[in-house]
Nanobody, 119 residues
Framework: QVQLVESGGGLIQPGGSLRLSCVAS????????MGWYRQAPGKERDLVAH???????NYADSVKGRFAISEYNPKSTMYLEMNSLKPEDTAVYYC?????????????WGQGTQVTVSP
């Protein structure tokens, strides 16, 4: 099993920057992809950024040019650098990992960290 723990959320003014962190533990060698999702109140959980070995990261259109995910390495802390934050970026941000379990592929999620962008 894989456990994920996020940190770094908080209250930030529009135009500001935050960096989120995610640490994986457990069977990290079974991880084949990692990334970030977010969920705003009353909305579905959506992809923010995702990466895997040897593949360029992909980003949601709404964050391209403003957010950056760290280089893929499940054995190191994963970061999400968020710049030029907007009120619409307000959400709970979740760390995600795709994990192989035998012949199955499962999702692992962190507990989430709140990001609030407000004057």
């Amino acid at each position: 099993q894989v456990q994920l723990v996020e940190s770094g959320g908080g209250l930030i003014q529009p135009g500001g920057s935050l960096r989120l962190s995610c640490v994986a533990s457990g069977s990290v060698s079974d991880i084949y992809a990692m990334g970030w999702y977010r969920q705003a109140p009353g909305k579905e959980r959506d992809l923010v950024a995702h990466s895997s070995s040897g593949v360029r990261p992909n980003y949601a259109d709404s964050v391209k040019g403003r957010f950056a995910i760290s280089e893929y390495n499940p054995k190191s802390t994963m970061y999400l650098e968020m710049n030029s934050l907007k009120p619409e970026d307000t959400a709970v941000y979740y760390c995600h990992a795709g994990v192989r379990e035998g012949t199955y592929y499962v999702d692992a999620w962190g507990q989430g960290t709140q990001v609030t962008v407000s004057p």
